[in-house]
């Protein structure tokens, strides 16, 4: 039964949990155009954090870290909570605290996120974001001239739920604050509660409604353009500039609905007993550094370094920054030391506390990067990202005790060499499944970075500077022993499993020119050639004709026997630049152009 002490703990507390919400778009974090009152209100009643930053990306990576207080991305991809982690929201209820989750986050009823939601005490969930499997309708849907080149059945999915929600009041994003706001409501008068309200939004697609939108007037005149697909920005600046007043919009819709939230704690004089957390899983990139989007490029401070907002009543902070170094994997700690709950020894993440009264430090530096891809480090002002040594990303292998991916099981084909591995710290003395995997091609592709955050906010100019990655490195080395990385990690980063990192490890200097050639742009169209059959020509086209098909062999061979490429025949040989640019770089394409030039 929950204690009535009221001496002992204090009583509520509520997450407001956004997706993909850019902190560059925030008053708060100083932004001047967009119209977001409520976010300014939260920072004068909350600590505003200016060097908060996610860990295990993208989503479910992410909420995993949120519940266990510990990084995931070392160990596997995106998958759901295994039988030995653990759950905030569990603990909270074994402790006599009621969690109630109501969302509109599909990935939580999908095969590789079907354990989070069942963690809390009540939950309710609203269907219809971004292809959610939702509404059956066999008929085509009414879908405007539009830009997408990856016409999928996702895609045509979200057409169809969007005949659904045409009023603000039926939208997901609505429902789900509703059903939050009914429960403050319902239980503001009793203690011992937990209320996470999070939405989809601003995730893309950047869908919202008309009285959003006119808060944003601007000339665009091209095709539908509200989700961009995560690849290279080869549209013009209009279209660019049209995407970020129309994730603007849906940014505008979810102020209101936080200012809804904290209407409720004014009416109900919530604010000298209940915590409030407002924060986000990670942003996005809306034409910064040439790119749309997330998880194909290295990750960039627009969608790693995240708001976060905490009122603590017991500190009564307000209208105050904070400059120490915190990362998601706190805030698990954080709402069990508010509620009086022991946390685990496996979290590694720290109640903030003290830092939420005086900024008071929780960590030297912190690890950040997707399954597969870069591993990242940042002390708060330089930036660390490292690629891996060789270009075949090995080796690579999945732990796990719930063999699935994002919307399917694992194949048996990929089960098949799997094999029972000892346990790790945090494993609970549980064996686990081995699986061979495949990381991103991509971090060998754009190579290692260093950015100093303090003299290129933009991170526009990689740094060269030998001692300072050779700190960075052991920083990173420290934190991946620190959370028992396996030591296939650290063969496929170039990094020693004991020791200190030294010289010969340095990866920055080696890999400039494949940075280089990552970070330019693709060359300009009126700067190729052109022909009867170009850059322009879908590749069905060209791989009807043979002497096409020769020429593509002789500039790039194994191109077209790339399994990806083989999918792709209604693209265009710059569209396939801009959506796998570790297949087809800007060197690779102007061979191209030259060589279908020469096709009579």
Request: charged share 25%; aromatic share 10%.
């Amino acid at each position: 039964m929950p204690s009535t002490d009221r001496s002992r703990r204090p009583k509520r507390a509520i997450l407001v949990f956004f997706d993909t919400l850019n902190r560059r778009f925030l008053p708060p974090y100083g932004n001047d155009w967009v119209h977001a009152p409520n976010f300014r209100r939260l920072a004068e009643r909350s600590a505003t954090f200016d060097n908060c930053y996610a860990g295990s990306m993208p989503c479910v990576p992410a909420r995993r870290e949120m519940q266990t207080g510990r990084y995931n991305f070392l160990h596997r991809s995106w998958g759901p909570l295994e039988p030995f982690d653990d759950s905030m929201p569990q603990l909270l209820g074994e402790h006599g605290i009621h969690s109630h989750l109501a969302t509109d986050h599909q990935h939580y009823f999908e095969d590789g996120g079907a354990t989070y939601h069942t963690r809390y005490s009540t939950w309710e969930f609203f269907r219809g974001q971004e292809g959610d499997p939702w509404k059956g309708r066999l008929a085509a849907p009414d879908i405007p001239e539009a830009v997408r080149l990856q016409r999928n059945e996702l895609w045509r999915q979200d057409w169809v739920n969007r005949g659904y929600f045409e009023r603000e009041e039926d939208h997901p994003q609505t429902r789900t604050f509703e059903a939050g706001l009914d429960f403050i409501e319902t239980n503001h008068t009793q203690d011992d509660w937990f209320l996470q309200i999070e939405t989809f939004d601003p995730h893309e697609p950047f869908f919202t409604y008309e009285q959003y939108k006119n808060l944003y007037p601007h000339p665009y005149d091209g095709p539908h353009l509200d989700w961009p697909e995560y690849k290279r920005t080869t549209e013009r600046p209009q279209a660019v500039e049209h995407v970020r007043y129309e994730y603007a919009a849906l940014l505008s819709m979810c102020d209101r609905s936080l200012g809804r939230v904290l209407d409720a704690m004014d009416t109900h004089r919530m604010w000298d007993d209940t915590m409030l957390i407002v924060g986000t899983d990670h942003g996005f990139l809306l034409g910064e550094h040439g790119w749309w989007g997330k998880n194909v490029q290295p990750w960039y401070d627009e969608n790693i370094h995240t708001p976060l907002f905490i009122w603590d009543p017991r500190t009564g902070v307000r209208d105050e920054h904070r400059d120490s170094l915190v990362q998601t994997i706190d805030l698990a700690p954080t709402l069990l030391e508010y509620f009086g709950v022991e946390r685990p020894a496996d979290m590694q993440g720290a109640p903030l506390r003290e830092t939420t009264a005086s900024d008071a430090p929780v960590r030297e530096a912190a690890l950040f990067g997707s399954f597969g891809g870069h591993i990242n480090v940042t002390d708060g002002r330089y930036v660390y990202m490292r690629a891996c040594v060789s270009e075949d990303n090995a080796p690579l292998y999945e732990y796990t005790l719930m063999p699935t991916h994002m919307r399917a099981r694992f194949a048996p084909a990929e089960l098949r060499d799997a094999e029972l591995a000892a346990p790790f710290t945090f494993t609970k003395d549980c064996p686990v499944l081995r699986v061979p995997a495949h990381g991103q091609r991509n971090a060998h592709h754009h190579g290692s970075l260093l950015f100093d955050l303090e003299a290129d906010p933009r991170q526009e100019h990689p740094l060269l500077d030998d001692e300072l990655e050779l700190r960075m490195a052991g920083l990173m080395v420290q934190l991946m022993r620190s959370n028992d990385a396996p030591a296939e990690q650290f063969r496929r980063m170039g990094l020693p499993a004991e020791g200190e990192a030294g010289r010969e490890h340095l990866l920055v200097r080696r890999q400039r020119e494949s940075a280089e050639r990552a970070a330019a742009a693709l060359p300009a169209e009126d700067e190729l050639p052109q022909g009867r059959i170009d850059l322009h020509s879908p590749l069905s086209a060209i791989l009807a004709e043979p002497a096409a098909t020769a020429a593509i062999e002789g500039a790039v061979p194994g191109l077209l026997s790339n399994p990806r490429v083989a999918t792709l025949g209604h693209v265009t040989l710059r569209e396939l630049a801009a959506l796998a640019p570790a297949v087809l770089d800007g060197p690779r394409l102007r061979a191209l152009a030259e060589a279908l030039a020469a096709v009579p």
